[in-house]
C-alpha cells in the first residue's frame, strides 16, 4: 500500500523539530492533527518511528533510518514550494522566538511594510534550532551571544532584567524600596527557577533555600500572568515594555541587571546578498538604535548598577554543527 505523502511530510516535520506542536506550527495544523498522521503512519509502517518523552519526541532506529532517506528530497521539495509561493527577490522568512516576535518585532513591522511594500515577510516563531544553510528560512533572530561559526551575525538589542507588577498587586501594600522587599510578594520564576535567586545573590539579600511560585517556559507568559496580578515577574524589558506604556504593568523597583546576552539578527552571506534580507536586517538595526535612543531607554541606562558578580553558566549560543542557530530562550 502507497503511503500518502501528507503522512511523510508530517513525519519529516516532527523528526526536523523533536516537538508535535512545532511541527503543527509549520505545517498550519492543530497538534492532534499531527499527532493523528503520525499514529496512521506507524500503523501503515507496522513500526514506532518515534519514542515520547516529556518534552517531545525522539527517532526510534526506524524512524532514524526513515528520515534519512526522506530528509534531503523534502529539502528539495520545499524549496521549490518556496520558489513557486513568491518571488525569491521579495519574500523573506524570518524564523524568531514567539515572545520576542510578540514584544518587540510585531509591533514595528507595520513600519517595514510602508517603507518597502514590494517585500513580503513570513515570520516563524519557534524555538527549536533552525539550520539556516538547509532550511527555507532567510533570517533568524534569536539570543545569545552572536558567536554562530559559518554565519553573519548582527547585533541588534540587549535588553534588561527588570521587576514589574501590575498596579491592582500593589495597591494597598507598602511600597517596594529594596530587593529584599520583593520576598514579601509572590514570585513569577523562569523555566529553570533561577533569575530570581542569582538577581536577589547579586544584590547581596539572603535568599530562602525554596523560592514558592509558577515558572513558565516563554517570558511573554509569564509577562501575562503578571498583568494578571499573579505576581512579580523579572523579565526582559523588551518583553514588558508595551505593557508598561499601557499602563497594565508598572516598574516595582528601579534597580535592574543588564544581561550578558543581546538579540541578534543572524543569516548566511549568501542570503544577505539578495536585497529583501538585506533591507530586512538594515531595517531591525535601525529600529534597535531608535528603541535604545527613546527617553525611556536613557533612563533605565542611568539606573543604579549593580556590581559584578558570579552569574550562572549560560549555554553558548554556538551551534551544534555548522550553520544552525539556536538560542536559550523560546
Not at 512545532?22 to 509502517?45: F, Y
Request: proline residues 7%; glycine residues 6%; aromatic residues 6%.
Amino acid at each position: 500500500m502507497a503511503i500518502p505523502l501528507d503522512l511523510l511530510e508530517t513525519f519529516v516535520a516532527v523528526a526536523r523539530s523533536g516537538r508535535m506542536r512545532d511541527a503543527a506550527t509549520h505545517l498550519s495544523l492543530t497538534p492532534g492533527a499531527i499527532s493523528q498522521r503520525v499514529r496512521d503512519l506507524e500503523e501503515l509502517a507496522g513500526q514506532r518511528l518515534f519514542t515520547r518523552t516529556q518534552t517531545g519526541v525522539t527517532l526510534t532506529i526506524a524512524g532514524r533510518a526513515l528520515f534519512d532517506a526522506l530528509d534531503e528530497p523534502f529539502h528539495r521539495i520545499d524549496e521549490a514550494r518556496r520558489g513557486l509561493a513568491a518571488p525569491a527577490a521579495r519574500r523573506v522568512r524570518v524564523s524568531t522566538m514567539g515572545s520576542f516576535a510578540a514584544s518587540w518585532l510585531v509591533p514595528r513591522l507595520s513600519r517595514f511594510a510602508e517603507r518597502h511594500p514590494e517585500i513580503d515577510v513570513e515570520l516563524e516563531t519557534t524555538s527549536r534550532i533552525v539550520d539556516l544553510k538547509r532550511e527555507p528560512v532567510d533570517l533568524a533572530i534569536r539570543h545569545g551571544l552572536g558567536d554562530y561559526p559559518g554565519l553573519i551575525s548582527t547585533k541588534l538589542v540587549a535588553p534588561e532584567l527588570i521587576v514589574v507588577a501590575s498596579p491592582a498587586l500593589l495597591k494597598g501594600r507598602p511600597p517596594i524600596a529594596t530587593a529584599a522587599d520583593c520576598l514579601t510578594f509572590p514570585l513569577l520564576h523562569d523555566a529553570d527557577r533561577s533569575d530570581w535567586r542569582l538577581w536577589l545573590e547579586a544584590q547581596a539579600v539572603e535568599t530562602p533555600r525554596n523560592l514558592k511560585g509558577p515558572s513558565f517556559s516563554d517570558d511573554h507568559l509569564m509577562v501575562r500572568a503578571a498583568v494578571d496580578g499573579q505576581g512579580l515577574a523579572l523579565v526582559r524589558d523588551t518583553y514588558a515594555d508595551a505593557d508598561l506604556r499601557a499602563g497594565r504593568l508598572v516598574r516595582a523597583l528601579a534597580v535592574t541587571w543588564p544581561t550578558r546576552f543581546a538579540y541578534y539578527a543572524v543569516a548566511t552571506a549568501e542570503a544577505l546578498q539578495r536585497p529583501a534580507v538585506r533591507r530586512l536586517c538594515d531595517w531591525l538595526v535601525e529600529e534597535a538604535r531608535q528603541a535604545s535612543e527613546t527617553p525611556s531607554a536613557a533612563r533605565m541606562a542611568r539606573g543604579r548598577a549593580l556590581k559584578p558578580v558570579a552569574l550562572k553558566p549560560a549555554p553558548r549560543a554556538v551551534p551544534a554543527r555548522g550553520g544552525r542557530a539556536r538560542s536559550r530562550h523560546p
